[in-house]
């Protein structure tokens, strides 16, 4: 059975500083893995996506990788910025065909 | 494009009733995926519909329930509601089928269970 895990549960940070956010996982059969982004309340917003040929994606100041081997992937946050607080959570697709979810880390930028 | 959309957005029943959801995905999307979040589980996967058939479906108890329009429109039932069906309740739509595709949420519905 798939376990995504997410650690720390929650960080706190001054504005300006480089991130990295860690996922790992403990089936390195996957076929893709998604970072979502959730506020307060609100529903997911889709970050990145990785498919299991690739090892990283980019998006503006986020970066993500994906190292399917070790089973884990790193969301790069450069120069954070407090609209960038927010729970993060990383999802993996693999053999039981469902998106199976970390239970996310609460991200604070303080200004 | 508009985004998906739920309704209502909030709910509040009590133990013993029933409760319908209603998801209508982006215009396009076939495959509806539904999503329940607690503060101790996580999220965790409902099951999803693609051109009104239930491709796939969580370890959920068959109080759960969901059915897909022709429009792609999908709602999900609850029936007998107890105190921990409390949560929120997210859809997802997406283009194709299964949940290896990119992903669109919803805000979600809140429900509470009294």
């Known amino acids: 059975k798939q376990e995504v895990t997410q650690i720390p549960a929650a960080l706190s940070v001054p504005e300006g500083e480089n991130l990295v956010l860690n996922c790992s996982f403990t089936?390195?059969?996957?076929?893709?893995l998604q970072w979502f982004r959730q506020d307060p309340g609100k529903g997911l917003t889709s970050l990145l996506l990785i498919q299991s040929s690739q090892r990283e994606q980019t998006s503006g100041r986020l970066n993500a990788s994906l190292d399917k081997s070790s089973g884990r992937s790193t969301l790069y946050i450069a120069a954070s910025q407090p609209g960038d607080s927010a729970t993060y959570l990383c999802?993996?697709?693999?053999?039981?065909?469902?998106?199976?979810f970390g239970k996310g880390m609460k991200l604070t930028v303080n200004p | 494009k508009a985004g998906v959309t739920q309704t209502p957005r909030y709910l509040i029943k009590t133990r013993g009733q029933q409760v319908t959801l209603s998801c209508s995905p982006i215009s396009g999307h076939r495959s509806v995926s539904w999503y329940q979040q607690t503060p101790g589980q996580g999220l965790q996967f409902l099951f999803e519909y693609f051109s009104e058939t239930q491709r796939n479906k969580g370890n959920f108890p068959g109080r759960f329930s969901g059915r897909q329009f022709s429009n792609s429109r999908s709602e999900m039932n609850v029936s007998t509601l107890e105190l921990g069906d409390s949560a929120l309740y997210l859809c997802a739509s997406s283009s194709l089928a299964g949940t290896y595709n990119e992903q669109f949420f919803g805000p979600g519905t809140r429900l509470t269970v009294l």
């Open positions: 089936d390195s059969a996957i076929y893709n």
């Open positions: 999802a993996v697709y693999g053999g039981s065909e469902k998106l199976v």
